[in-house]
């Protein structure tokens, strides 16, 4: 366990290696709605968290986003059901997540595989209820 704060989060990859991320949340509609649209880079580390109040059904899109992104999905517990690799700059295709999605982290494209976080990775943040985390934060 360690201790979490709103603008990092740790990913357990499938081979029990810790990545860390300094990210931005994005938690409410306008914030999920603009994510990371209009930007030209973002440092190696860095990330977008976006949050729903509860599961649900899930899409994205790259309409005027110019890097490419990794997108992770995950259940409410913070466990990675699905990551979609180098989502391509301002591709306004569906990138449908799942349906049961209450947190999406996007990292810059091609991280998720040298990382190895895939199916099966937990995400350990604060937005996730530490009761029932599969990852949860030390208090």
């Known amino acids: ?11 357990k990859t499938v081979n029990n290696n810790i990545a860390a991320f300094t990210i931005e949340v994005a938690s409410t509609n306008k914030t999920r709605s603009k994510g990371l649209m209009q930007r030209d880079s973002m440092p190696k580390f860095s990330g977008m968290l976006f949050v729903y109040n509860a599961p649900q059904k ?31 700059p301002l591709d306004e295709t569906p990138i449908f997540g799942g349906n049961a999605i209450f947190a999406v982290l996007e990292i810059n494209g091609g991280m998720a595989e040298k990382m190895s976080i895939g199916s099966g990775a937990m995400l350990q943040h604060q937005s996730f209820s530490q009761e029932t985390a599969a990852w949860p934060c030390k208090n």
């Open 58 to 88: 899930v899409s994205f899109w790259m309409r005027n986003t110019l890097i490419p992104l990794d997108m992770i999905f995950a259940d409410e517990t913070g466990a990675v059901v699905k990551v979609h690799s180098n989502a391509i």
């Open 1 to 11: 366990m360690a201790v979490c704060s709103y603008d990092h989060i740790q990913v």
